[in-house]
Structure formats: structure tokens, C-alpha cells
């Protein structure tokens, strides 16, 4: 079967660190872009940004860059989000999503909340 | 990056038809075909619903269906149903270095 399994909900500090990962399966892994998106509470979807596991290129929305990481392990077939110190402002739902020429697969969502 | 504009909301009864527009600039939706069009119930995922500006994902009804002019993409709802009750996000790509940008959303109400 052709899906993404995302990791489960995190509860988190202020200034923690934190990692939550995409696995694929049912399709070569390094032959589309995966991307982040998020929603914070009540609002739209954001982009966040694409990697292509092949090679590990990665572009980030200029929203976005320099506040997270994006990157992949093509060995296991996961894509990992990552933020070095979170802030209660990264309060929300993260999907990953398989890019071809559109967002085709996605993810079930992350939700992360980030209190004190 | 700036998000494409939706109407915050879409309403109409069942059976109608209604269109939903989505503006962007000559950076993105009016320099790429490449404008795909999403569905998200509440407290689900986000579901493709048409790619490339025009193309249907297999699965989808063929009462969606999608155009573009300019800078501004459409999405129409044909025959409108209960369950097309939802939030539709248009997205562009917006060129190899940003990638792509989406709309705000419109919620759809059926009356």
C-alpha cells in the first residue's frame, strides 16, 4: 500500500529540541520531492519545504528557513522535520506529503505543542 | 513568499454550482501550469483534488474541475453535495528556489 506514516503527537518545552519523521511506502522513495506543510490552530496550510531524498536537496519557504530542518534517510525510506528550539509559536499539525507534480500523498499530520 | 488570495468563504445549495478563485502573480500561478487544488475535512488530511491546473487525480468526482486566466485559478464545483462541506486550498509553484506557495483556504458551506 502507497502511504505515509507520520510519528506521533508531541507535547514539548520552550527551547526543546525536537524531530518527528515521514516513513514511505509503496513507491521509490528517491524518485519524488517530500515536503512539510504546516497548519497552525484554526488556520491555513503553509508551506514549509521540499526534499529529494535521492540526492538530499532541499529548498525551504522563506517563512521557514533557518527556523527548521528538513531532511531524509533514504535507507529507511523517512523524511524527518527537526527544529533545535522550539517555540510556543510552533504550536500545530505537520503533514508530510509526496510531491509529483502536485502534494498526491499525505501524510495523517503531527501534532506538536510547544508549552510551558 | 506571499499566500495566494482565496475568498475566505463559498456558500450555495445543493445542486448548484460554485467557483472558487485563487490570485497569484506572474511568479507563480500565472508563470506555471502547475496549480493543483485541495480538499480538507475537518480533522483530516488534506486531499489532492486537481493537479496541473486542470487534471483530476483518479478517484475524484468530475463535478471538480479546474482553469486558469492570467494569474488567477479557479476551481468549480459542479453539483454541489453535503459532503463537498469543506476547506479548498489552491497551491503554485512558484519557481526551484521557493518551490511553492499556498492560498489562504475558502470554506465551502452547502446551505
Known amino acids: 500500500e502507497v502511504q505515509l506514516v507520520q510519528s506521533g503527537a508531541e507535547v514539548k518545552k520552550p527551547g526543546e529540541a525536537l524531530k518527528i519523521s515521514c516513513k514511505a511506502s509503496?513507491?521509490?522513495?528517491?524518485?519524488?520531492?517530500i515536503g512539510w506543510v504546516r497548519q497552525m490552530p484554526g488556520k491555513g496550510l503553509e508551506w514549509m519545504g521540499v526534499?529529494?531524498?535521492?540526492?538530499?536537496?532541499?529548498r525551504y519557504s522563506p517563512s521557514f528557513q533557518g527556523q527548521v530542518t528538513i531532511s531524509a534517510d533514504k535507507s529507511i525510506s523517512t523524511a524527518y522535520l527537526q527544529w533545535s528550539s522550539l517555540k510556543a509559536s510552533d504550536t500545530a499539525i505537520y503533514f508530510c506529503?509526496?510531491?509529483?507534480?502536485?502534494?498526491?500523498?499525505w501524510g495523517q499530520g503531527t501534532m506538536v505543542t510547544v508549552s510551558s | 513568499q506571499s499566500a495566494l488570495t482565496q475568498p475566505a468563504s463559498v456558500s450555495g445549495s445543493p445542486g448548484q454550482s460554485i467557483t472558487i478563485s485563487c490570485t497569484g502573480t506572474?511568479?507563480?500561478?500565472?508563470?506555471?501550469?502547475?496549480v493543483s487544488w485541495y480538499q480538507q475535512h475537518p480533522g483530516k488530511a488534506p486531499k489532492l483534488i486537481i493537479s496541473?491546473?486542470?487534471k483530476r487525480p483518479s478517484g475524484v468526482s468530475n463535478r471538480f474541475s479546474g482553469s486558469k486566466s492570467g494569474n488567477t485559478a479557479s476551481l468549480t464545483i459542479s453539483g454541489l453535495q453535503a459532503d463537498d462541506e469543506a476547506d479548498y486550498y489552491c497551491?503554485?509553484?512558484?519557481?526551484?528556489?521557493?518551490?511553492?506557495?499556498f492560498g489562504g483556504g475558502t470554506k465551502v458551506t452547502v446551505l
Open positions: 506529503a509526496k510531491h509529483g507534480a502536485a502534494f498526491d500523498l
Open positions: 509503496g513507491y521509490r522513495f528517491t524518485s519524488y520531492w
Open positions: 526534499i529529494y531524498p535521492h540526492d538530499s536537496d532541499t
Open positions: 506572474s511568479s507563480d500561478v500565472g508563470n506555471y501550469d502547475l
Open positions: 496541473e491546473v486542470t
Open positions: 497551491c503554485s509553484y512558484a519557481g526551484s528556489n521557493t518551490f511553492g506557495v
